[in-house]
């Protein structure tokens, strides 16, 4: 039962470096997640998707790209990472009802110097 | 737009003793609302959901929840707490436009502190 994965785990960057995180889940859903977790913010919405092909907005999508090629995927991209994206990364993914919950990974923890 | 305010930043309790963790939110329309819980270093999981009916829902490990419109709230109730609560607890409500699919909007959460 994977359910949602996250990979890496951990990632340190140097300001202006570019990385991608992944995100890929086994539940078949359509709908799915980017959030940030900083201290005392709870989770904020970056981007998210409704289903293969999509991409929309969130929150706070600034400094972030995103692409859903797959539907089991969904890539969080930093083009050029900056020290005010330390923060956990977690993605979510929901079946096709709004009444249903979302499934979490279990973060990624990323730190810009 | 949508907002979810939990008062309490940190709650300390002992262990056996009951808690409940307070959550109230801000919707235009019907919400859908969700207790979440997070451990340190975990992702989160999902205690208790309210969409409609029952206003008082049970959700997993000993944890109840009751909606009350007219005080726009979604109280967490626990009768006796473990040590192993101890823990993030993340109240959510379903966001408002697009059908829902845009995502949750998170309170900033309660960190539960157990006393032995």
């Given at each position: 039962?994977?359910g949602?994965?996250?990979?890496?785990?951990?990632?340190v960057?140097?300001?202006?470096?570019?990385m991608?995180?992944?995100?890929a889940?086994?539940?078949?859903?359509e709908?799915?997640?980017?959030?940030r977790?900083?201290?005392?913010?709870g989770?904020?919405?970056?981007?998210?998707?409704?289903?293969?092909?999509?991409?929309?907005?969130?929150?706070?999508?600034?400094?972030?790209n995103?692409s859903?090629?797959?539907?089991?995927?969904?890539?969080?991209?930093?083009?050029?990472?900056?020290?005010?994206?330390?923060?956990?990364?977690?993605?979510?993914?929901?079946?096709?009802s709004?009444?249903q919950?979302?499934?979490?990974g279990?973060g990624t923890?990323?730190?810009?110097? | 737009?949508?907002s979810?305010?939990?008062?309490?930043?940190?709650?300390?309790?002992?262990e056996?003793?009951?808690?409940?963790l307070?959550?109230?939110?801000?919707?235009?329309?019907?919400?859908?609302?969700?207790?979440?819980?997070?451990?340190?270093?975990?992702?989160?999981?999902?205690?208790?959901?309210?969409?409609?009916?029952?206003?008082?829902?049970?959700?997993i490990?000993?944890?109840?929840a009751?909606?009350?419109?007219?005080q726009?709230s979604f109280?967490?109730?626990?009768?006796s707490?473990?040590?192993?609560?101890?823990?993030?607890?993340?109240c959510?409500?379903?966001?408002?436009?697009?059908?829902g699919?845009?995502?949750?909007?998170?309170?900033?959460?309660?960190?539960?502190?157990?006393?032995?």
């Amino acid at each position: 039962n994977a359910g949602v994965t996250q990979t890496p785990k951990f990632r340190v960057l140097k300001t202006g470096q570019s990385m991608t995180l992944l995100c890929a889940q086994d539940m078949n859903h359509e709908y799915m997640y980017w959030y940030r977790q900083d201290p005392g913010m709870g989770l904020r919405l970056i981007h998210y998707s409704v289903g293969e092909g999509t991409t929309a907005k969130g929150e706070v999508p600034d400094g972030y790209n995103v692409s859903r090629l797959k539907k089991q995927n969904f890539l969080l991209g930093l083009e050029s990472a900056a020290p005010s994206q330390t923060s956990v990364y977690f993605c979510a993914s929901r079946g096709d009802s709004r009444n249903q919950p979302q499934h979490f990974g279990d973060g990624t923890r990323l730190s810009i110097l | 737009a949508q907002s979810v305010t939990q008062p309490d930043i940190h709650i300390t309790v002992s262990e056996g003793a009951s808690l409940e963790l307070r959550c109230n939110y801000s919707y235009g329309a019907t919400p859908y609302l969700f207790w979440y819980v997070q451990s340190p270093g975990q992702g989160l999981q999902l205690l208790l959901k309210y969409f409609s009916g029952d206003t008082l829902v049970q959700g997993i490990k000993g944890f109840e929840a009751e909606f009350k419109r007219s005080q726009s709230s979604f109280n967490l109730r626990k009768p006796s707490v473990h040590w192993s609560d101890a823990a993030e607890y993340f109240c959510a409500v379903g966001a408002e436009s697009g059908g829902g699919a845009d995502g949750l909007t998170f309170g900033k959460g309660t960190h539960l502190i157990i006393q032995p």
